[in-house]
Nanobody, 126 residues
């Protein structure tokens, strides 16, 4: 069993920045063997991929809508993954979810993730 706890959401003006963090834990959980992803869901919309980072190699993937503005990173010593969000836009407003998967392929697909956090609200005002 894996527990994921997000933090760092809030209200920010357009053009501002926020940093989300996700702490992962579990009795037999080996963080380095898991790929981690960030997804978001706005009201009335489907959950969508934002960014992902693979386990051992740390390869990163981004949605086109956030490329160049968001940065995903992981700290394998602390079992944490972060999402630095810069140049925020009102359309980035959503609940952001951290997710973990033991697979290393197709990690932009929410269907491969077996563990999810409770989500953290990000609101960007215009």
């Amino acid at each position: 069993q894996v527990q994921l706890v997000e933090s760092g959401g809030g209200l920010v003006q357009a053009g501002g920045s926020l940093r989300l963090s996700c702490a992962a834990s579990g009795r037999t959980f080996s963080f380095i063997n898991y790929s981690m992803g960030w997804f978001r869901q706005a009201p009335g919309k489907e959950r969508e991929f934002v960014a992902a980072i693979s386990g051992s190699y740390g390869s990163t993937y981004y949605a086109d809508s956030v490329k160049g503005r968001f940065t995903i990173a992981r700290d394998n010593a602390k079992n944490t993954v972060s999402l630095q969000m810069n140049s925020l836009k009102p359309e980035d407003t959503a609940v952001y979810y951290c997710a973990a998967t033991s697979v290393s392929r197709r990690i932009i697909d929410p269907g491969v993730y077996g563990y999810w956090g409770q989500g953290t609200q990000v609101t960007v005002s215009s």
